[in-house]
T-cell receptor, first 116, second 113 residues
């Protein structure tokens, strides 16, 4: 149980376009979802935390107008990278938490974004 | 603030060797501690966890004991396999703040046959 599905797993887009990444909890209701960015050989950088039905809380230094997060339901959160540039190329990972399961987080497979 | 310090890699071992990856933390209160593993090209998976002092988490032959007196949560495995090659992340979660995970930098492990 507690499967998080992230889609797409890989995407290549042209500079200036927008890309949407979906994160779904398949068999549970995710009270909180987290979006991370992972740089090569670096740890995960938390970008934002979102609770269903409310605005996402962004970490310091993360542009909220560039990385739009929508947590429309208890099973779906989306991250849209707007007007993507090559420096946005990275591995993006979502995770979800179930309130009843305590602090454990469940991770999606990640999305490799390449902006050309 | 809370933080996790993890030994730097990469770590290269031969098959059946003993593995230790050190992890220490700084936190207020009583955090939960985790080890996550990321296999090449994949997302993170929970490897094991411990939620209170002296708890031992274990999974797939890996173990880690929550040591509050030394603020440590070192990962060990008695005999590694090639399939254990991955990046290992130590993390903690404290109450509040939506229980955000605080991450170590990750330790890359390569196991050679």
């Amino acid at each position: 149980g507690a499967v998080v599905s992230q889609h797409p797993s890989r995407v290549i887009c042209k500079s200036g376009t927008s890309v949407k990444i979906e994160c779904r909890s398949l068999d549970f209701q995710a009270t909180t979802m987290f979006w991370y960015r992972q740089f090569p050989k670096k740890s995960l950088m938390l970008m934002a935390t979102s609770n269903e039905g409310s605005k996402a809380t962004y970490e310091q230094g993360v542009e909220k107008d560039k990385f739009l997060i929508n947590h429309a339901s208890l099973t779906l959160s989306t991250l849209t990278v707007t007007s993507a540039h090559p420096e946005d190329s990275s591995f993006y990972i979502c995770s979800a938490r179930i309130r009843e399961r305590g602090p454990e987080a469940f991770f999606g497979q990640g999305t490799r974004l390449t902006v050309v | 603030g809370d933080s996790v310090t993890q030994m730097e890699g990469p770590v290269t071992l031969s098959e059946e060797a003993f593995l230790t990856i050190n992890c220490t933390y700084t936190a207020t209160g009583y955090p939960s501690l985790f080890w996550y593993v990321q296999y090449p090209g994949e997302g993170l998976q929970l490897l094991l966890k411990a939620t209170k002092a002296d708890d031992k988490g274990s999974n797939k032959g890996f173990e880690a004991t929550y040591r509050k007196e030394t603020t440590s949560f070192h990962l060990e495995k008695g005999s590694v396999q090639v399939s254990d090659s991955a990046v290992y992340f130590c993390a903690l979660s404290n109450a509040g703040n939506n229980r955000k995970l605080i991450w170590g930098l990750g330790t890359s492990l390569a196991v050679n046959p």
